[in-house]
């Protein structure tokens, strides 16, 4: 059976994790938790892309390009969550399931966190367990994959 095709996209000021408010979001960098998330992918004989994008054009235009070539998405939009339909209708658009993550809790900090456009679009949201938002969600799709895999 062929490896399963993940693609993991993590929206705008992602890349500066490990020096961006800490206390909120943690010391690890972006590349070690795409470290993690290699490794625990190698670990359920699945595949992940790793990509970073701080515009939302460019996020689109990554979700495209899954449409023919991965089985899932795992995204973490970082604020784009709260104000992008764009984001949201590339999602839908491509029909791919969807993972959303985020590293802190959005539902206990500012009130505009508390909204996010892709939630209603997902399979499901993961928040506020840090990289672990991220291991649990490729988990969790990779899980929702095997379990509705078609043939
Ligand atoms: C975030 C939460 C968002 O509200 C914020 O804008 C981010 C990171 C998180 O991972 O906790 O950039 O998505």
Redesign the pocket.
């Known amino acids: 059976m062929p490896q399963l095709q993940i693609l993991v996209l993590h929206?705008?000021?992602?890349n500066l994790l490990g020096v961006r408010d800490p206390s909120?979001?943690g010391r690890l960098t972006l590349e070690q938790i795409n470290a993690a998330l290699e490794n625990r992918s190698a670990e359920l004989h699945t595949n992940v892309a790793c990509q970073q994008y701080n515009s939302e054009g460019a996020i689109v235009e990554a979700i495209h390009e899954a449409l023919n070539s991965k089985d899932g998405i795992l995204i973490?939009?970082?604020?784009y969550?709260?104000t992008s339909i764009a984001i949201r209708d590339a999602l839908s658009g491509v029909n791919l399931p969807v993972v959303e993550?985020?590293?802190?809790?959005?539902y206990c900090?500012e009130s505009f966190?508390h909204h996010s456009y892709i939630a209603p679009i997902a399979i499901g949201q993961i928040?506020g367990f840090g990289m672990d938002?991220y291991l649990l969600g490729l988990e969790a799709l990779v899980r929702y994959l095997r379990n509705n895999r078609s043939g």
């Open positions: 929206g705008p000021n992602l909120i979001y973490n939009a970082g604020a969550t709260h993550v985020h590293l802190s809790n959005i900090r966190r928040s938002s």
